[in-house]
């Protein structure tokens, strides 16, 4: 795999015979590269940054989602234009509950897509 966002696609054949000649299954998979950020948090105490969004070749209006909406807020919350060629900065806040080790996706949507 490269660098974020790269993505990747293969499949996985699973054939009922040897000879591989009757296959009951096809799966296709996309395996996509991500960005980490690492953050240190104190318990019950807010920790922002940012992230910068670049835009691709045409605008698009996304929504960003946290996986975990009490501990990560992020703002926009709504959906944006992602303008092409642009970078568009979003913010968070993370604010964990208790002690622990944790990992939080943060995923995008593309909405629509405007030439």
């Known amino acids: 795999m490269g660098a974020s966002p790269q993505i990747k696609r293969f499949y996985i054949a699973i054939f009922t015979d040897a000879f591989m000649s009757k296959p ?11 960005q980490i950020v690492d953050v240190s948090c104190v318990e019950g105490q807010t920790s922002r940054f940012s992230l910068l969004l670049r835009g691709t ?7 960003c989602f946290s996986s ?15 303008a092409a060629g642009a970078v568009h900065e979003l913010s968070v806040a993370v604010r964990p509950l208790n002690e622990s080790i944790k990992i939080f ?5 593309i909405l629509n897509t405007t030439n």
Do not use: T
Request: charged share 15%; aromatic share 14%.
């Open 105 to 109: 996706h943060l995923n995008g949507f």
């Open 24 to 34: 009951i299954q096809v799966w296709q998979v996309f395996a996509h590269s991500l």
């Open 68 to 82: 975990n909406d009490q501990e990560m807020q992020l703002y926009p919350n709504e959906q944006f234009m992602l």
């Open 57 to 63: 070749q045409s605008s698009r209006l996304v929504r």
